[in-house]
């Protein structure tokens, strides 16, 4: 599975950006797909994961704000994030595994399969 994501870019505080992660080489219908990011000095963090069955998931820090979708036909998983703030600014990766259980969906080390990332810069 190759993940390809996009849509990162400046956005000024309480700004909206929706990334996108395209998926080829499988369809991931039965996957866990999830976003994760890392900012300037930190470790890497869970932000949303969507199931294979639909079951979606956040980070507290992005509930409310953030939300994760998926489009199994264009093999594409879409993180909308609405009012931004600094401290969202970060590389944004996409994630997939097809053998996750429930409890390792926050956990980086667990997915076999990983984007390239996108820089989110949120200015204030």
């Known amino acids: 599975v190759q993940l390809q994501a996009s849509g990162g870019g400046l956005v000024q505080a309480g700004g909206s950006l929706r990334l996108s992660c395209a998926a080829s080489?499988?369809?991931?219908?039965?996957?866990?797909l999830s976003w994760f990011r890392q900012g300037p000095g930190k470790d890497r963090e869970f932000v949303a994961a969507?199931?294979?069955?639909?079951?979606?998931y956040y980070a507290d820090s992005v509930k409310g704000r953030f939300a994760i979708s998926s489009d199994n036909a264009k093999n594409t998983v879409y993180l909308q994030m609405n009012s931004l703030q600094p401290e969202d600014t970060a590389i944004y990766y996409c994630?997939?595994?097809?053998?996750?259980?429930?409890?390792?969906?926050?956990?980086?080390?667990?997915?076999?399969?990983w984007g390239q990332g996108t820089q989110v810069t949120v200015s204030s």
């Open positions: 994630a997939a595994d097809s053998s996750l259980i429930l409890s390792s969906i926050q956990l980086y080390d667990q997915y076999d399969y």
């Open positions: 080489g499988s369809t991931f219908s039965r996957y866990t």
């Open positions: 969507i199931r294979y069955n639909s079951h979606t």
